[in-house]
């Protein structure tokens, strides 16, 4: 029982992930019916905001402390971060150490314009075109734009720590009534579904509430209808790419303390969410949320020794293997609208 | 795409039909057209010569980094040319996708490893191992993979090929090699050969006695030329693979083909059930990806996992669009145009740069160096993701389409005061 | 009993009731048309004979066979060949190879993998396909884009390629929609020639009651899913229940 618990746990985390990035590739299809490959690169680039960020607030001048020597004998030189020199030793400490979190807010501008130059200058000219050009065109692009960060940052992972406060594990055994120490749970992994959970809530709100969500969702439905009432269509669709990329770069933002990013790590989230959409059926946002949550969790169960022990390599292939049934079982994915890129 | 590579089409409307049905009966040799066949030997004669050609400078002058007629590289030419054309059968005559193709490519290299630890070390039975046995494995993925369409099959075809590497790199280890790769010992029993050479290493590949890391090295002037047994073999199977793809692009069965890619619809209301055409295409694709693997197990008798890797099927992609897909040089064109850049770019740094750009006042040179430096050299990636865009961007058709417009552009400035209807027959004729 | 016989045909999408106990025979050698306002349930009619969608209850038999549960190539093999609203041609193939193909399933409609010889070089198919574009006065067009074509020439060119199939029933999903006057003239033209040519059996939806008038012989008019009435053109013209439910449609509008 606490082994299942734990497993569940476990899957969360990549399961919000696969959801976020879902949730984002399902909103580009639904709404400019493209296929984005390159949707994973701009969950790299937002955790490439976060690496950034964190370095950008430690850049330091170097003083020389006379009161402290070295081993040698010699006057110390200590980094002092801009920072600290700014804000004070406590709260400049502070920023450095929430640098991730406050990623989020420097994040937030910088995935929004990246969305808007990557429709107006690239996605715009390829609504017209078949779907395999769009994916290639995009498989284009995601290379280049993994291309650039492997140039600025390299690539090894560079590991990138969440704040003091949330490291460390939280016991979720004894709150269920186990016995200590049965199901730790790192706090950030909590953080991370938590905020997940904010994000797809918003999102889902944002289109259910809003009149210019209400737009984009009867233009999801029929496009050329919408386009007639004389509503200008594309330019609330080019938001939507500047939403759809957000989500995905803030999803990358949170996902930092989880797994050092590196540049290949949106390339290998995008096959696995292009399976999530497919199962959970393309153009179908809550079949996205659903299939990233129970395909992570699938993973996770996977994992488990006695699995392994049972099916060895089971945990490998298993998102695959279920991507493969449901296609043919149920051809329009668990929640799939008919007719969506079926041609 | 595909209509440069349909010689009857023409926008214009033919005068008389009579003329056009004594055409259809055209003489043919070896089953070819005299355009094909003058295709053919063009690519033929442009092999053989290969080692010549690709070694245009001096051996110790500046230009020979530039040089490619060396044995490995040029291997690697022809065998990722076969496997493109194989790709080309599948996604340019019938516009389907697939993300998979590495995966042949890899069971393919297995086979052939097993071969020579089993049987023995002559590349016969590698290469026709991993024919059948990519084979094989492309009917089980095509029957799935072609039960949908679109992008579904992409995905699915892809979803095949990472279970094949996940499964290699892991559970499958005892067959595959897992991290370290398949490799020969001297413990493999080769029962048609032996387990160790007379020289005691383990033996090497070989065509009835030719080994293929042979190699003759001429000496002219300031020139090295490098004749390779290895090369010439792939040579002439990659050869006979263009000649076979030649017959599949003008055969009914490539009609089907491009029907299904045209209208499934109508296929279907004709009567035809596209399923099998579609399959037949898929195995036959499957089979040049896993001849590709053979023949590179044969030049060098290891393989690895991760030659199935999605980046690996994402790459014969590529070639193909760049070189131009539906097009029957397209697709070596493509192959042989990044592997070569692959190769010269990776091997310029930042000191090759210095080189060429002290021409230029300080300031000016080192500006230069610093654009260009992240673009060659390990940067290799970012320059042929960059030209992957732009191709598809502007030029759908591929090289071959760009090859076209330029002679379309040049035939117009020399026959400016010709009437548009020859020209325009002209340019369907360039198709070719 | 005639060559086409719709017996109880129900369908419902979801909670809509798109047909509801059709009946229907269609008299072999006869062009019959079948009309009705818009959401009558023609096309979803059509869709059912020819194994695109599959009825919930009742029957579809063609020369005493059911093509339910068959595929649609596999109904066209039994002998009905459908024309399309939107021409449905092999766009990127020009005009003498989408004939081919047709005359390609007529000869032998099960796979073949002829990957080995040349396109062009099979007499038999090639001179089938000349002489069908010859009946279609297509001729001069045989190496034409088929897609670069007009509307009127494209469906000239899939009739034609139903035709090359020699089928017993032709069925048309409003031959005419989208066409200038000119092009559904000549379309007429084209139907009645066929008609004489050879001992066909036609079975139109159509829209257009100049076309309607033209060509058929006995007509059955559909609304709100079920058969209104069945009967001769002379006789449809003046009955008050198709007027009543043409004029409903078109206060509906």
């Known amino acids: 029982m606490d082994a299942i618990i734990l497993q569940i746990l476990n899957g969360l985390d990549k399961g919000s992930a696969y959801a976020l990035i879902a949730l984002g590739l399902t909103l580009i299809f639904g709404t400019l019916g493209v296929v984005n490959f390159a949707h994973g690169a701009l969950f790299m680039i937002g955790a490439f905001c976060a690496v950034t960020l964190s370095n950008v607030f430690q850049i330091s001048r170097t003083v020389i402390d006379e009161t402290r020597t070295d081993f040698l004998g010699n006057p110390l030189k200590v980094e002092i971060p801009y920072v600290v020199d700014w804000f004070g030793e406590s709260a400049g400490a502070a920023i450095i150490d929430w640098a991730v979190p406050l990623a989020i807010l420097f994040a937030i501008p910088i995935m929004i314009t990246v969305g808007f130059i990557m429709e107006r200058g690239l996605i715009k000219h390829f609504y017209k075109r078949p779907h395999a050009d769009q994916i290639l065109v995009t498989f284009g692009l995601a290379i280049v734009l993994q291309e650039v960060i492997k140039y600025f940052y390299g690539a090894n992972p560079i590991p990138t720590p969440a704040p003091e406060a949330f490291r460390g594990s939280f016991d979720f055994g004894t709150m269920l009534g186990f016995e200590a120490n049965q199901i730790l749970y790192p706090y950030w992994r909590l953080v991370y579904f938590f905020f997940a959970a904010i994000i797809i809530a918003g999102v889902f709100a944002f289109l259910q509430f809003t009149t210019f969500g209400m737009v984009v969702r009867a233009g999801m439905a029929d496009r050329e209808t919408v386009g007639l009432l004389g509503i200008d269509i594309d330019r609330r669709f080019t938001i939507m790419f500047g939403l759809a990329a957000a989500v995905a770069g803030l999803a990358g933002v949170m996902y930092v303390p989880i797994s050092p990013p590196n540049y290949h790590m949106g390339m290998d989230f995008l096959v696995l969410s292009f399976v999530v959409v497919v199962v959970g059926g393309m153009g179908s946002l809550p079949g996205a949320v659903l299939a990233g949550f129970l395909l992570g969790i699938l993973e996770s169960f996977a994992s488990m020794r006695e699995v392994i022990a049972f099916i060895p390599g089971i945990n490998q292939v298993i998102i695959y293997l279920v991507a493969v049934v449901i296609l043919l079982t149920l051809p329009r994915g668990l929640m799939g609208r008919k007719g969506v890129m079926e041609d | 795409?595909?209509?440069?590579?349909?010689?009857?089409?023409?926008?214009?409307?033919?005068?008389?039909?009579?003329?056009?049905?004594?055409?259809?009966?055209?003489?043919?040799?070896?089953?070819?057209?005299?355009?094909?066949?003058?295709?053919?030997?063009?690519?033929?004669?442009?092999?053989?010569?290969?080692?010549?050609?690709?070694?245009?400078?001096?051996?110790?002058?500046?230009?020979?980094?530039?040089?490619?007629?060396?044995?490995?590289?040029?291997?690697?030419?022809?065998?990722?040319?076969?496997?493109?054309?194989?790709?080309?059968?599948?996604?340019?005559?019938?516009?389907?996708?697939?993300?998979?193709?590495?995966?042949?490519?890899?069971?393919?290299?297995?086979?052939?490893?097993?071969?020579?630890?089993?049987?023995?070390?002559?590349?016969?039975?590698?290469?026709?191992?991993?024919?059948?046995?990519?084979?094989?494995?492309?009917?089980?993925?095509?029957?799935?993979?072609?039960?949908?369409?679109?992008?579904?099959?992409?995905?699915?075809?892809?979803?095949?090929?990472?279970?094949?590497?996940?499964?290699?790199y892991s559970v499958l280890t005892p067959i595959t090699g897992g991290e370290t790769g398949l490799q020969l010992a001297k413990t493999d029993p080769r029962i048609f050969g032996q387990s160790i050479a007379d020289d005691g290493n383990i033996p090497v590949p070989s065509f009835f006695g030719l080994e293929m890391?042979?190699?003759?090295?001429?000496?002219?002037?300031?020139?090295?030329?490098?004749?390779?047994?290895?090369?010439?073999?792939?040579?002439?199977?990659?050869?006979?693979?263009?000649?076979?793809?030649?017959?599949?692009?003008?055969?009914?069965?490539?009609?089907?083909?491009?029907?299904?890619?045209?209208?499934?619809?109508?296929?279907?209301?004709?009567?035809?059930?596209?399923?099998?055409?579609?399959?037949?295409?898929?195995?036959?694709?499957?089979?040049?990806?896993?001849?590709?693997?053979?023949?590179?197990?044969?030049?060098?008798?290891?393989?690895?996992?991760?030659?199935?890797?999605?980046?690996?099927?994402?790459?014969?992609?590529?070639?193909?669009?760049?070189?131009?897909?539906?097009?029957?040089?397209?697709?070596?064109?493509?192959?042989?145009?990044?592997?070569?850049?692959?190769?010269?770019?990776?091997?310029?740094?930042?000191?090759?740069?210095?080189?060429?750009?002290?021409?230029?006042?300080?300031?000016?040179?080192?500006?230069?160096?610093?654009?260009?430096?992240?673009?060659?050299?390990?940067?290799?990636?970012?320059?042929?993701?960059?030209?992957?865009?732009?191709?598809?961007?502007?030029?759908?058709?591929?090289?071959?389409?760009?090859?076209?417009?330029?002679?379309?552009?040049?035939?117009?400035?020399?026959?400016?005061?010709?009437?548009?209807?020859?020209?325009?027959?002209?340019?369907?004729?360039?198709?070719? | 009993m005639g060559i086409l016989e719709v017996r109880d045909v129900s369908k419902n999408f979801g909670g809509l009731k798109a047909l509801s106990d059709v009946n229907l025979s269609v008299a072999e050698g006869t062009v019959h048309a079948i009309i009705g306002p818009n959401g009558a349930g023609k096309s979803t009619l059509l869709n059912c004979?020819?194994?695109?969608?599959?009825?919930?209850?009742?029957?579809?038999?063609?020369?005493?066979?059911?093509?339910?549960?068959?595929?649609?190539?596999?109904?066209?093999?039994?002998?009905?060949?459908?024309?399309?609203?939107?021409?449905?041609?092999?766009?990127?193939?020009?005009?003498?190879?989408?004939?081919?193909?047709?005359?390609?399933?007529?000869?032998?409609?099960?796979?073949?993998?002829?990957?080995?010889?040349?396109?062009?070089?099979?007499?038999?198919?090639?001179?089938?396909?000349?002489?069908?574009?010859?009946?279609?006065?297509?001729?001069?067009?045989?190496?034409?884009?088929?897609?670069?074509?007009?509307?009127?020439?494209?469906?000239?060119?899939?009739?034609?390629?139903?035709?090359?199939?020699?089928?017993?029933?032709?069925?048309?999903?409003?031959?005419?929609?989208?066409?200038?006057?000119?092009?559904?003239?000549?379309?007429?033209?084209?139907?009645?020639?066929?008609?004489?040519?050879?001992?066909?059996?036609?079975?139109?939806?159509?829209?257009?009651m100049h076309v309607v008038f033209s060509l058929a012989e006995r007509i059955t008019v559909l609304a709100q899913g079920t058969p209104l009435v069945e009967d001769t053109p002379a006789n449809i013209k003046g009955h008050p229940k198709v007027r009543e439910a043409y004029l409903g449609e078109q206060s509906g509008h």
Request: charged residues 15%; proline residues 4%; hydrophobic residues 50%.
């Open chain 2, 213 to 432: 890391r042979d190699s003759t090295t001429l000496y002219m002037g300031g020139w090295e030329f490098t004749l390779n047994v290895g090369y010439y073999l792939c040579a002439v199977v990659m050869l006979v693979a263009f000649y076979v793809a030649i017959r599949i692009f003008r055969s009914p069965f490539a009609m089907m083909l491009r029907a299904v890619k045209s209208n499934q619809q109508r296929m279907n209301y004709t009567g035809l059930n596209p399923k099998p055409y579609m399959l037949a295409a898929f195995v036959i694709s499957g089979m040049y990806a896993g001849l590709a693997g053979g023949l590179m197990v044969s030049m060098d008798p290891l393989a690895g996992a991760e030659r199935m890797q999605w980046t690996a099927s994402g790459e014969v992609v590529l070639m193909t669009i760049l070189g131009g897909a539906g097009t029957l040089i397209g697709p070596v064109l493509g192959a042989g145009f990044i592997k070569y850049f692959e190769n010269i770019f990776s091997k310029i740094n930042q000191a090759t740069l210095e080189g060429w750009f002290s021409v230029f006042p300080d300031g000016l040179s080192d500006l230069l160096v610093t654009l260009v430096y992240p673009f060659v050299g390990k940067g290799w990636h970012l320059t042929l993701g960059i030209l992957f865009m732009l191709v598809v961007i502007f030029l759908p058709g591929g090289l071959v389409q760009g090859g076209q417009k330029l002679a379309t552009v040049f035939r117009r400035d020399k026959n400016a005061n010709a009437v548009e209807g020859p020209a325009a027959d002209q340019r369907s004729q360039a198709g070719e």
């Open chain 2, 1 to 168: 795409m595909t209509d440069q590579t349909i010689q009857t089409i023409s926008r214009d409307p033919a005068p008389t039909a009579p003329a056009h049905r004594a055409k259809a009966r055209e003489s043919t040799v070896l089953g070819l057209t005299r355009k094909d066949l003058t295709l053919l030997i063009v690519v033929a004669i442009l092999t053989v010569f290969a080692p010549f050609i690709l070694n245009p400078f001096p051996a110790d002058s500046a230009l020979a980094q530039f040089n490619a007629g060396y044995p490995d590289l040029m291997q690697r030419f022809v065998i990722f040319g076969i496997f493109a054309i194989g790709f080309n059968i599948l996604f340019g005559l019938t516009g389907y996708l697939s993300f998979g193709h590495a995966a042949f490519l890899g069971v393919g290299s297995f086979a052939g490893v097993w071969m020579f630890k089993l049987l023995g070390m002559n590349v016969l039975y590698a290469i026709v191992a991993s024919v059948a046995f990519a084979g094989l494995f492309s009917v089980v993925v095509g029957f799935v993979s072609l039960r949908r369409s679109g992008i579904y099959f992409s995905i699915l075809t892809l979803a095949f090929a990472q279970m094949s590497f996940a499964l290699a």
């Open chain 3, 49 to 208: 004979l020819v194994g695109k969608l599959i009825p919930d209850t009742g029957s579809v038999s063609f020369e005493g066979q059911s093509v339910l549960g068959r595929k649609p190539h596999e109904i066209n093999q039994m002998g009905i060949s459908r024309v399309f609203q939107t021409p449905e041609i092999f766009g990127d193939l020009s005009v003498l190879e989408n004939m081919m193909i047709p005359c390609f399933a007529k000869r032998d409609g099960a796979f073949e993998l002829n990957a080995y010889g040349r396109m062009m070089a099979d007499g038999e198919i090639v001179e089938r396909a000349e002489h069908m574009l010859e009946d279609m006065n297509m001729a001069d067009k045989r190496k034409m884009h088929a897609a670069s074509m007009s509307r009127g020439d494209k469906r000239r060119l899939e009739i034609g390629m139903c035709l090359a199939q020699e089928p017993r029933l032709l069925l048309l999903d409003e031959p005419t929609a989208g066409m200038a006057r000119a092009d559904t003239n000549n379309t007429i033209d084209l139907l009645k020639q066929i008609k004489e040519d050879r001992p066909i059996t036609i079975a139109i939806i159509e829209h257009d």
